[in-house]
């Protein structure tokens, strides 16, 4: 599984769910009077620090996080991470920090859009705050604003790219999270065309951590600007993402690919009624349907 690979589970099935949550003993817990926003942040610090990336066996994070939504058990998920014994996507990291925010009673959703392509796919996690959709993206550890500096809900994001005027901010806080490298599944020559094996990307590596065998581990810094700081990758996924928007679609910026097949996965108990409030806002916007398939001949 590699740095670039998105997968989301596509486990939509409806569970009862259960008489009695269980909180995450180890995550972050919502207090009474407490500032939603405030929390919603500090879950996705904790998340974004403690989700480990990589590229590694995966056994143990797919058996706790890719199953319906209701079943997911935050302690073991975090468990597993504290043992370096798995890594996760976008779309599993994003479905451990919708969790946590679910059962201390905050709605959250796990949002995907982009292309068929899996590695041209992402995951974030809205959040219901003030009557607003707002976009967290664990993986790179930032929120969406608008030009203000004030949190963006995604309606709001849809009809501003339907007219034309998308302006948006993007958080900049930073975290330091780990990677997990099992050397034996390293690309070899010839490496695939994103990678590239030289004197920089040797040095990224130069200082690393062995935990068993072949596996090491590398501490890393997430923020949306420190996607772009990873010397052994030529392109990293959003300058792919553009790149595709502007082969497939009238779209020029990372952000307003959101609207490019954008759909709810799962969550609070109406995440149905979530999504049908996206489809809702694009499908009220004449013109996305050019910009998005414009280029489509």
Not at 185 to 190: A, E, M
Not at 241 to 263: C, E, I, M, R
């Amino acid at each position: 599984m590699l740095l670039t690979r998105c997968e989301t589970s596509n486990k939509t099935d409806t569970v009862t769910p259960q008489e009695k949550t269980i909180l995450c003993q180890k995550c972050p817990k919502f207090n009474n009077g407490q500032d939603t926003l405030k929390y919603v942040k500090d879950v996705m610090y904790y998340v974004a620090r403690t989700a480990d990336a990589g590229l590694l066996d995966n056994e143990k994070i797919m058996a706790t996080l890719d199953v319906p939504f209701d079943r997911i058990d935050a302690d073991r998920v975090v468990e597993i991470f504290e043992h370096d014994s798995g890594i996760a996507d976008c779309g599993q990291v994003a479905s451990l920090m919708a969790k946590i925010l679910v059962d201390n009673g905050v709605d959250a959703y796990i949002f995907s859009f982009g292309f068929d392509d899996m590695a041209l796919s992402r995951s974030l996690v809205l959040v219901k705050v003030n009557g607003q959709l707002l976009m967290f993206d664990p993986i790179q550890n930032y929120w969406v604003e608008d030009e203000a500096g004030h949190p963006l809900g995604l309606i709001n994001l849809i009809t501003q790219v339907g007219k034309g005027e998308l302006k948006v901010r993007t958080s900049a806080d930073t975290v330091i999270a780990e990677m997990l490298i099992d050397q034996r599944k390293l690309p070899k020559p010839p490496l695939q065309k994103n990678y590239r094996l030289d004197s920089e990307c040797f040095k990224y590596w130069s200082k690393v951590e062995t935990v068993r065998d072949s596996v090491i581990k590398k501490k890393f810094t997430r923020c949306f600007a420190c996607e772009t700081d990873r010397p052994c990758m030529k392109k990293n996924f959003r300058e792919q993402f553009v790149d595709t928007l502007a082969v497939k679609t009238l779209l020029t910026s990372y952000h307003q690919g959101f609207v490019v097949n954008p759909h709810v996965i799962s969550g609070a108990k109406d995440a149905q009624r979530i999504d049908d409030m996206i489809q809702t806002a694009i499908y009220s916007q004449p013109g996305l349907g050019k910009l998005v398939n414009g280029r489509i001949k």
